[in-house]
């Protein structure tokens, strides 16, 4: 029995030397210490203006802004943030129109309303992002919607003075629902600030009778009114 063992042992003890026969064996390739370099190439900056195709609108520049802040209504006074100029070269009004900017840091996003024919606003950043106006990836339109509501002094004559706006029906019957729209307006410069519009809202209003009122954020020297509805 002790010489069986001792026959194995010798048996298994070759059988490691010789490599294990018939046991294929694979070879690891040496690490690269030196891989193929991968080169970036950073995408082109856009250069304003820019047509959009869509509409026809153009994106004259994008800036950084200071000042108040008008488009949720605050009047915060804010700095550093985005500003896209937008111009409506058409003879159409704009009801409402999105765009959106990209930067190697995310995407700004720009939403303006009630805009007329043949004029300029600075939209500023809805979420009040800061940017780098030298370093724009892309600027597109995402949404455009036209409205063919004009302003009519034939059948609504309206006033500014101050903070109160004066509206006077015209008409020959009475004017049930009347909603005015103005935006902030810069007249130095020629160009509405904000892509944001406000209302103010009278009823009721009888031929030839005239009403008063004291919008928010209305200042005849620095609003003007943009459209009129009438029901």
């Given at each position: 029995?002790?010489?069986?063992?001792?026959?194995?042992?010798?048996?298994?003890?070759?059988?490691?030397?010789?490599?294990?026969?018939?046991?294929?064996?694979?070879?690891?390739?040496?690490?690269?210490?030196?891989?193929?370099?991968?080169?970036?190439?950073?995408?082109?900056?856009?250069?304003?203006?820019?047509?959009?195709?869509?509409?026809?609108?153009?994106?004259?520049?994008?800036?950084?802004?200071?000042?108040?802040?008008?488009?949720?209504?605050?009047?915060?006074?804010?700095?550093?943030?985005?500003?896209?100029?937008?111009?409506?070269?058409?003879?159409?009004?704009?009801?409402?129109?999105?765009?959106?900017?990209?930067?190697?840091?995310?995407?700004?996003?720009?939403?303006?309303?009630?805009?007329?024919?043949?004029?300029?606003?600075?939209?500023l950043e809805y979420n009040r992002k800061s940017c780098d106006p030298q370093k724009v990836l892309d600027c597109r339109e995402l949404t455009v919607r036209w409205d063919t509501q004009e302003l009519s002094r034939e059948e609504v004559h309206y006033v500014g003075f101050g903070s109160a706006m004066t509206i006077v029906n015209q008409h020959s019957r009475e004017l049930e629902n009347i909603t005015v729209w103005y935006k902030q307006y810069v007249a130095s410069e020629n160009y509405y600030l904000g892509g944001a519009a406000y209302s103010a809202h009278l009823f009721g209003l009888q031929p030839g009778q005239q009403r008063t009122v004291t919008p928010e954020h209305y200042d005849a020297a620095h609003s003007r009114i943009v459209a009129i509805e009438l029901q």
């Open positions: 029995m002790e010489c069986r063992w001792k026959i194995a042992l010798i048996l298994a003890v070759a059988w490691t030397l010789c490599g294990c026969a018939g046991e294929k064996t694979t070879e690891v390739a040496a690490f690269q210490t030196n891989p193929t370099r991968v080169t970036h190439v950073a995408p082109a900056s856009v250069a304003f203006p820019v047509t959009l195709p869509d509409s026809g609108l153009i994106a004259e520049e994008l800036r950084q802004y200071r000042g108040a802040y008008w488009e949720d209504g605050s009047g915060d006074y804010v700095e550093d943030v985005a500003a896209l100029m937008i111009c409506n070269p058409t003879d159409r009004m704009i009801a409402f129109a999105s765009f959106t900017v990209d930067t190697p840091t995310g995407k700004l996003y720009f939403f303006a309303y009630r805009l007329p024919p043949k004029s300029r606003c600075l939209v």
